[in-house]
C-alpha cells in the first residue's frame, strides 16, 4: 500500500510569491494535518482537516491557507513568500482527528525562498 | 501550552552499545506519545506509539516506556548499527482535536 505522498519533492521561490503543496493521505485515511519544519527544530503544527473541514489551526499568519478535497487529498497555500517560510513542510495523515490514531508522515516538501 | 524536551540533543556511540534517549513533557494529562525517526531532509517514520493506558511499547531492538506521573518517555535502543544513525524526535498528544506537539530531536551517530 502506498503511504502519504507528498509533491513537489523540492520547490525553489522568491520572496513575495505565493506557493501550492499537495499531500495524498493513505488509502481510507480521512484526516490530514500540515506542519512545518524549520532546519534543527522539531516539526510545528499548522492545519488539521477531517471531512474537508478546518478541525485545527496552529499560530501561522493568515498568509497560510489549506482545504481538503472530496478524495481526502488536501493542499496548503502560503502567500507573499518570506525568507523565513524556508522550511520542510510536512503532510501526516490517520483514520481520523483524536487520541487514538498514530499518525503516518509523508517524505515532506522542501520549500526554499531566496 | 504543552511543551516537549529533549535531551541529549546530540549523542554519539560505537556500535554494539546500547543507549537510552530522552524525552519530557509539562502537562502529564497526554493521551499518547510517539517515537520518530528521521532522516537528514527526510519526513518522520514512526518507530512506537504509546498509548497513556499503556507503560511500555516495543519493536525489535527499540523498547519506548512513558511515565506519566513525570512527564517522561524514554527509547531503548538495544545492539545499536550504524544504521541507527538520525534524528530521533517523541511527539505528545494531549487529545481531542489537539495536534502533535514535538521536541526539537536528539541526532544520534553510531560509529562502526
Known amino acids: 500500500d502506498a503511504g502519504v505522498t507528498q509533491s513537489p519533492t523540492h520547490l525553489i521561490k522568491t520572496r513575495g510569491q505565493q506557493v501550492t503543496l499537495r499531500c495524498s493521505p493513505i488509502?481510507?485515511?480521512?484526516?490530514v494535518s500540515w506542519y512545518q519544519q524549520v532546519l534543527g527544530q522539531g516539526p510545528q503544527f499548522i492545519f488539521q482537516?477531517?471531512?474537508?473541514?478546518?478541525?485545527g489551526r496552529g499560530n501561522f499568519p493568515d498568509r497560510f491557507s489549506a482545504r481538503q478535497f472530496p478524495n481526502y487529498s488536501s493542499e496548503l497555500n502560503v502567500n507573499a513568500l518570506l525568507l523565513g517560510d524556508s522550511a520542510l513542510y510536512l503532510c501526516a495523515s490517520s483514520l481520523s482527528p483524536g487520541n487514538l490514531y498514530e499518525q503516518y508522515f509523508g517524505p515532506g516538501t522542501r520549500l526554499t525562498v531566496t | 501550552k504543552q511543551e516537549v524536551t529533549q535531551i541529549p540533543a546530540a549523542l554519539s556511540v560505537p556500535e554494539g552499545e546500547n543507549l537510552v534517549l530522552n524525552c519530557s513533557f509539562t502537562d502529564s494529562a497526554i493521551y499518547n506519545l510517539q517515537w520518530f525517526r528521521q532522516d537528514p531532509g527526510k519526513g518522520l517514520t514512526s518507530l512506537l506509539l504509546i498509548q497513556s493506558s499503556q507503560r511500555e511499547q516495543t519493536s525489535g531492538r527499540l523498547n519506548a516506556s512513558l511515565d506519566k506521573s513525570s512527564g517522561r518517555s524514554t527509547l531503548y535502543i538495544a545492539a545499536s548499527q550504524p544504521g541507527d544513525s538520525a534524528t530521533y524526535l517523541c511527539a505528545s498528544l494531549l487529545g481531542g482535536n489537539t495536534p502533535l506537539v514535538f521536541g526539537k530531536g536528539t541526532r544520534l551517530s553510531v560509529i562502526a
Open positions: 482537516y477531517y471531512e474537508k473541514e478546518e478541525r
Open positions: 488509502s481510507g485515511h480521512k484526516s
